[in-house]
């Protein structure tokens, strides 16, 4: 699911970037390590969508760096337990993938009436062949279950 929310992040600063340009450098600076991130706590950071506030800067002793504190919009995705999404099957076993969560589905939850067939593209198989899962396949699936890192939701 898809949420957009307000987050903050001290931001650091080089003094090379100080000047006219100086809030563009600290947008820029933050979209670059921020997108395509992943929080536990509140999902991937998918896109950044506005500045609400860059607050006085604080100058670090002996290097000169500024950290300038940073209130902005993102949007962030974040899967949870019962949400049905579209993935891409990427390995057999399988894995799929939809955005940047990578989902694993146990032999144990693939229906009963399909079976493993192995060989050059492995895949499985109705007993009746009219459906067929294999590499590179879209199915839709529901989460039963995440685990949450520091960095990444599996």
């Known amino acids: ?11 650091q600063l ?4 100080f000047g006219r340009n100086l809030r563009e450098n600290l947008v820029s600076k933050l979209m670059k390590d921020v ?8 999902g991937f950071v ?3 969508t506005g500045i609400e506030n860059v607050g006085k ?6 290097t000169g760096f500024v950290t300038f504190p940073v209130k902005y919009q993102c949007v962030v995705f974040r899967p949870f337990k019962g949400e049905i999404l579209e993935a891409a099957v990427t ?3 399988f894995f799929a993938e939809t955005g940047p969560v990578q989902i694993f589905v146990s032999n144990h939850l ?4 399909m079976e493993f067939q192995s060989g050059d593209m492995p895949n499985y ?30």
């Open 1 to 11: 699911m898809f949420f957009h929310i307000v987050l903050e992040r001290n931001m």
């Open 14 to 17: 080089h003094p090379r970037h």
């Open 35 to 42: 997108e395509g991130t992943c929080s536990g706590r509140h």
């Open 46 to 48: 998918v896109a950044i």
């Open 57 to 62: 800067g604080l100058i670090r002793d002996g």
């Open 91 to 93: 390995m057999m076993g």
């Open 110 to 113: 693939i229906p009963d009436d």
């Open 125 to 154: 198989t109705t007993s009746d062949g009219s459906v067929k899962i294999q590499k590179d396949s879209e199915v839709r699936l529901k989460i039963i279950g995440t685990r949450v890192d520091a960095t990444e939701i599996v």
